[in-house]
C-alpha cells in the first residue's frame, strides 16, 4: 500500500479473503488476523463483528459473504 493511502476494513477483509482464497473464522480470529492492516480497526471483535454486519453489501459487492 502506498504510503498515505488509506486502508478500509472492506480493503484489508476483500485483501485477506484475495490472499487465503477463502477466509473462514471467527470475529476474534479476524481482528488479530487484520492488526496492523486496517487505518482504523475496531476495539473488540463485538464491534468487529457489528462493523461487518454494516458492511455486509459493500462486501456482497465484491462476491464476500
Same mark, same amino acid.
Given at each position: 500500500?502506498?504510503?498515505? /493511502?488509506? @486502508? /478500509? !476494513? @472492506?480493503? &484489508?477483509? @476483500? &485483501? +485477506?479473503?484475495?490472499?487465503?482464497? /477463502? =477466509?473462514? %473464522?471467527?470475529? +476474534? &480470529?479476524?481482528?488479530?488476523? =487484520?492488526?496492523?492492516?486496517?487505518?482504523? !480497526?475496531? *476495539?473488540?471483535? /463485538? *464491534?468487529? +463483528?457489528?462493523? =461487518?454486519?454494516? =458492511?455486509?453489501?459493500?462486501?456482497?459487492? *465484491? %462476491?464476500? @459473504?
Amino acid at each position: 500500500v502506498p504510503p498515505g /493511502t488509506t @486502508v /478500509t !476494513l @472492506v480493503d &484489508a477483509v @476483500v &485483501a +485477506s479473503v484475495d490472499e487465503a482464497g /477463502t =477466509l473462514e %473464522c471467527t470475529a +476474534s &480470529a479476524l481482528l488479530k488476523h =487484520l492488526v496492523g492492516a486496517v487505518d482504523e !480497526l475496531p *476495539r473488540d471483535a /463485538t *464491534r468487529l +463483528s457489528k462493523a =461487518l454486519t454494516g =458492511l455486509a453489501s459493500q462486501l456482497a459487492a *465484491r %462476491c464476500i @459473504v
